[in-house]
């Protein structure tokens, strides 16, 4: 899990000494000075990496500024992962959650790494990704999708942790509220693409434990076998309708054939020959899962619309100097991008027979 590791960012630095103490307060392996690195791939909460003479922790902490109090919750994601791991064993192991922010200055949490490789925008070098492998890794992909979507959330402990039927509906409308806030001059309104997604809004289809962030830049994979050994990055975790967590991680799955500005996007090797198509992930996910996607273009429509959201409420904090991470400071392009998308998805919904793509 070496990928996008580097020295921590001077803007998200924390007293070392500190955590050490606390920590060394309830896990009996941790001693003496940590190597502190941190990851560079997310763009939400913060993620370090703790290594100790005898052990090696993940510490998860928010970011500064422009918070939303659910996705930047510590608590929350720290009991999703505690209550899911004996449902879903990909989730990782938690040992120690942190409330007092006299610590470092926020909330936090930490727990055991899961060793294996983490695929960013370019495979490692070394790793062979060749057609086949693509394809069996992309089939996994999709696959693990489907085993956490047939977990039972009245199974778990998780059961309340959504807020019941409507989640489509609330999605939609939230997401809606959430770009309008976080709009700058620079991006466009998505005011065409909101009031679509309003009049066509389905019912939900059910309700299950979803991971909302659902990217290969988010599973841990063997290196040998390219099996997925972990998911990471709960944050986002509740229980809604599994077919508008399809829709979301798919608005970032880029293939070979999309355009030049979308493929300037890309955030996974999902364009390698043998990956299979956003429509053929769609396929074997119907064909695992049986649940309907005939109305497929409004899922596929609000992915892109959630992930402008998304992009631009990080570039929100980048635009009022919340944060100076250079990696943000383009971001207002790819969100003008996504609303020509979602236009264009509509356009073509409305002009014939929806297609998937």
């Known amino acids: 899990m070496s990928e996008g590791l580097g020295q921590v960012r001077a803007e998200d630095a924390f007293d070392t000494d500190r955590v050490t103490a606390w920590l060394a307060e309830r896990l009996p392996e941790v001693s003496g000075n940590p190597t502190v690195t941190q990851f560079s791939g997310g763009a939400s909460n913060l993620?370090?990496?703790?290594?100790?003479?005898?052990?090696?922790?993940?510490?998860?902490?928010?970011?500064?500024?422009?918070?939303?109090?659910?996705?930047?919750?510590?608590?929350?994601?720290?009991?999703?992962?505690?209550?899911?791991?004996?449902?879903?064993?990909?989730?990782?192991?938690v040992r120690a959650l942190c409330r007092d922010q006299e610590v470092i200055g926020d909330e936090f949490y930490v727990m055991d790494r899961v060793?294996?490789?983490?695929?960013?925008?370019?495979p490692p070098a070394g790793l062979d990704l060749g057609p086949a492998r693509a394809r069996a890794l992309s089939e996994r992909y999709v696959d693990t999708l489907i085993e956490l979507h047939r977990v039972d959330p009245a199974?778990?402990?998780?059961?309340?942790?959504?807020?019941?039927?409507?989640?489509?509906?609330?999605?939609?409308?939230?997401?809606?509220?959430r770009y309008a806030r976080a709009r700058t001059w620079n991006t466009p309104s998505f005011a065409r693409v909101s009031r679509w997604l309003a009049d066509n809004r389905p019912d939900d289809v059910a309700a299950r434990v979803i991971h909302n962030d659902w990217r290969l830049d988010n599973l841990v994979l063997e290196p040998d076998s390219l099996e997925v050994a972990g998911v990471l990055d709960w944050e986002l975790a509740t229980v809604g309708d599994p077919l508008m967590e399809l829709g979301?991680?798919?608005?970032?799955?880029?293939?070979?054939d999309d355009d030049r500005m979308a493929r300037s996007t890309?955030?996974?090797?999902?364009?390698?020959?043998?990956?299979?198509?956003?429509?053929?992930?769609?396929?074997?996910?119907?064909?695992?899962?049986?649940?309907?996607?005939?109305?497929?273009?409004?899922?596929?429509?609000f992915g892109m619309f959630r992930l402008a959201g998304i992009a631009q409420q990080i570039y929100h904090r980048?635009?009022?100097?919340?944060?100076?991470?250079?990696?943000?400071?383009?971001?207002?392009?790819?969100?003008n991008y996504l609303d020509h998308r979602c236009r264009s998805r509509i356009r073509a919904a409305e002009s014939g027979p929806a297609r998937r793509s």
């Open 47 to 93: 993620t370090y990496l703790l290594r100790y003479p005898d052990t090696e922790l993940i510490l998860r902490r928010p970011p500064k500024g422009g918070r939303s109090s659910t996705a930047h919750d510590m608590a929350r994601e720290y009991r999703v992962q505690q209550a899911l791991r004996p449902a879903f064993g990909k989730v990782p192991n």
């Open 155 to 177: 199974g778990t402990d998780l059961a309340d942790l959504g807020r019941g039927p409507g989640y489509v509906e609330r999605q939609v409308e939230g997401w809606t509220r």
């Open 318 to 335: 980048y635009h009022h100097r919340q944060t100076r991470n250079p990696a943000f400071r383009h971001l207002w392009l790819a969100v």
């Open 266 to 301: 890309r955030r996974q090797p999902s364009h390698l020959p043998g990956m299979l198509t956003r429509a053929e992930l769609v396929e074997r996910y119907r064909r695992g899962t049986g649940l309907p996607v005939e109305n497929w273009v409004f899922y596929e429509v």
């Open 248 to 256: 979301s991680a798919l608005a970032y799955w880029v293939q070979a």
């Open 115 to 122: 060793p294996g490789v983490v695929l960013r925008r370019n």
